[in-house]
């Protein structure tokens, strides 16, 4: 039997009875921690482990921890990372290696936890008018470089035993909107989104994860990617996407409709799974019974992805932050 076609959440530190017995029905792909699950490290172990136990099988779970604003591991327990942009900046000709030394460093956090995922590495560029909600969060404006600075973040966290889950495709830095509050579009011509904003996504397209922007391209379609097939017709086609494409939050104030028209006309437009986040119980229920099971695609991508996993390699932590600390010449990185 096909996975559920959804990523959920949980409303607190533990499951509740209803929360585990829905996922034990409607046994979703994986699942995702926010800092209202996070308390102490053997409180997160453990409803790791009640999630996992839910299904019956060791289910992805991923997490936000890119730096900065978004990290939902904050000190003092665990490390606190400058916003990405402001870490390149410090680490200037050595940031490709300490973008990957910082991303080593964050899967041995979040594994010592059970956590293996993340969403990152993040390769949307910055253009003049990228809106204030992404743009630290960005690696630079040069297709090129981000593309080098996202390999480097994926392999930190694939070495750590952590998949990488590659945002938000096909680009989101050309918005001057903030798609949790509205519908950004984006007017730029096709030709030139491919040469710029496509690019890092063309590059790293054989990560095993890959998150939608809710962003319209009227280049290619009035809908944006999420709920787009041509959109999505164009990441498998033409950006050469064909790892497993999660949604971000449909929950989300850029995509309107109830939540089973937006979580079916997305898995229509060509995504693989929903992602639905911070919502009551209710609407949880009512987006996995929309979503139902997997596609046997989606099915097929979902297992490359969890097959991606490996056991972390053998590092010396102390090792690998004090050679971190070096490459910054002593600048503090959170």
Known sequence: MNFGATILDADGLRLSKDEAAFFRESDPFGFILFARNISEPDQVYALCSEMRDAVGREAPITIDQEGGRVQRLRGPTWTEWAAPLDFIR????DAERAMYLRHR???????????DSNCAPMVDLIVNHTHE??????YGNTPGDVATLGRAAANGLLDGGVLPVLKHIPGH???DLDSHFDLPRVDTEL?????TDFAPFRTLNDLPMGMTAHVVYSDIDD???TLSPDTMALVRDDI???????TDDIGMKALSGTVPQIAKGALAAGCDVILHCNAPLADRIACADAAGQMTQAAQTRAEAALAARRAPDDIDIAE??????TLLSGRPYG
């Not at 410090?90 to 000709?93: C, I």
């Not at 964050?106 to 936890?113: G, M, P, R, S, V």
């Not at 030709?191 to 040469?195: A, I, M, S, T, V």
């Not at 050469?240 to 999660?246: C, K, Q, T, V």
């Open 191 to 195: 030709d030139e989104l491919r040469e």
């Open 320 to 325: 690998l932050t004090a050679e971190l600390e």
């Open 105 to 115: 460093h964050i899967a041995h956090e979040l594994k010592a936890l059970s956590i």
């Open 133 to 138: 909600f992404l743009r630290n969060r960005c």
């Open 240 to 246: 050469g996407f064909d790892g497993l494409i999660m």
């Open 90 to 93: 410090a680490a200037g000709d």
């Open 173 to 175: 830095g050309r918005t």
């Open 223 to 225: 809908a944006p990617a």
